[in-house]
């Protein structure tokens, strides 16, 4: 069985594969299963990521209101916690290890909180596992 940490740092990517089931992966479930356990970290970008997935999927009709409603009630039962980002980092650091990883500054903002928490990371998105790994930040579901 694999060790699961008391904490990590939850990306978007992870998120929305609960949302939407052609998005559905066994990496996903897992870290969902992982709630029963652990509390997930997220920089303070993440509620507008997760809302403006949300609209861009009712705009074109993939999700209903009602789902969309449903879903962030689900989300919010889960141990997620916003830490908040300064000013000062998010125009520095971010930026810095966006250039570095060739990276958005969102998908920044979550390497840079596991890398100063010093714990795992949870994502599906391939550019920002490569820049964990290279990073030697741990990844959720190994690799």
């Not at 996903?28 to 509620?47: G, N, R, T």
């Not at 609209?55 to 962030?72: I, K, N, P």
């Not at 958005?104 to 599906?124: E, F, H, V």
Request: net charge negative; glycine share 4%; proline share 4%.
């Amino acid at each position: 069985m694999e060790h699961v940490p008391n904490r990590f740092v939850l990306d978007n990517s992870i998120v929305m594969a609960w949302c939407f089931e052609d998005e559905s992966n066994a990496l996903a479930d897992s870290v969902l299963e992982s709630f029963k356990q652990s509390k997930a970290l997220v920089p303070a970008i993440w509620p507008l990521e997760v809302g403006n997935v949300l609209l861009v999927a009712e705009r074109r009709g993939r999700l209903s209101e009602a789902d969309a409603t449903r879903f962030l009630s689900m989300l919010s039962s889960l141990p997620i916690h916003s830490e908040p980002e300064t000013r000062q980092r998010a125009m520095s650091e971010f930026l810095f290890l966006a250039r570095e990883h060739q990276l958005s500054t969102y998908d920044a903002s979550y390497l840079d909180l596991a890398m100063r928490q010093g714990i795992p990371i949870a994502t599906l998105d391939k550019n920002l596992r490569n820049a964990a790994g290279r990073c030697k930040v741990a990844l959720m579901g190994g690799e």
